[in-house]
Every structure is written in structure tokens, then in C-alpha cells.
């Protein structure tokens, strides 16, 4: 299965910087998540949002070139598979076609009602893969 690929547009801001005028890492991490959840937003249906929330397990992020005031960035996400109640994602932060940063996330699945993790049904999978 192919995985459907999600992608936003941001601009770097002043509030986005460290002393070093620079794209702090925290702000890196708020936009790796940031991009997961309306991608959650987009693809999945209200009566499934109303019943699943998802929590992350994990992080890691590589930052491999810094990105600066005003730069126009792309957020590209996707899913890369379901295992049980978890979630593998890949975000990819590019300037261009220039790589600045990738992130590969561990998110848990958890039930709204209960806080307990729910295994990620096939309806779900389905809204983040082709077949």
C-alpha cells in the first residue's frame, strides 16, 4: 500500500527564532506535530475524530541545514504504518526541494471515552493508504 502524502505551506517568523536567528528545535517539533494533527483533521471522518485521539510516543528529529526568517517551508507528512494501536510518521520540512529536516514520530491510538489504546481498525488505516 501506497501511503497518502499530506503537505502545508508556512513562513518563518520572528517568534520562530533562537539567538542565534535561527528556527529554534522546539518550534521544529510544534510544526512536526502541528502538521500530524490536521492531517488527523483532514483525512479522517468526525465521527472517528469524536472517537480516537492520538498521543506521541516518541520523537526524533535531524536537522540537517537551518532555516531562517522568511523562509517559505513545506510540511510534508504521511503515515508509514499502522502496528496494533500505534502509528509510525514521517514529516519532512523542505525549503524548495532542499531537505532541512525530517522527523519520524511514534504516535498511540487511544479510545476518547476510555484513555486506553485502541488498535487502529482498517477504517481508519484506509484514510492514510492507497490501495
Known amino acids: 500500500m501506497t501511503p497518502i502524502q499530506y503537505s502545508e505551506e508556512i513562513k518563518v517568523s520572528v517568534g520562530d527564532l533562537d539567538e542565534l536567528r535561527h528556527v529554534n528545535n522546539v518550534v521544529y517539533l510544534k510544526w512536526v506535530q502541528q502538521v500530524a494533527e490536521n492531517h488527523w483533521r483532514s483525512a479522517a471522518s468526525q465521527l472517528v475524530q469524536d472517537q480516537f485521539i ?3 510516543l516518541s520523537h526524533f528529529i535531524q536537522y540537517r541545514k537551518p532555516a531562517v526568517l522568511d523562509d517559505n517551508l513545506t510540511l510534508l507528512t504521511y503515515v508509514g504504518d499502522f502496528r496494533g494501536a500505534r ?3 514521517h ?4 525549503r ?3 531537505l532541512i529536516a525530517d ?3 511514534e504516535w498511540c491510538m487511544l479510545d476518547v ?4 489504546p485502541r488498535r487502529v481498525t482498517d477504517e481508519v488505516s ?3 493508504f492507497k490501495t
Open 54 to 56: 492520538w498521543v506521541v
Open 87 to 89: 502509528s509510525i510518521r
Open 91 to 94: 514529516v519532512e520540512i523542505k
Open 96 to 98: 524548495g526541494t532542499e
Open 103 to 105: 522527523a519520524k514520530t
Open 113 to 116: 471515552e476510555t484513555q486506553r
Open 126 to 128: 484506509r484514510w492514510f
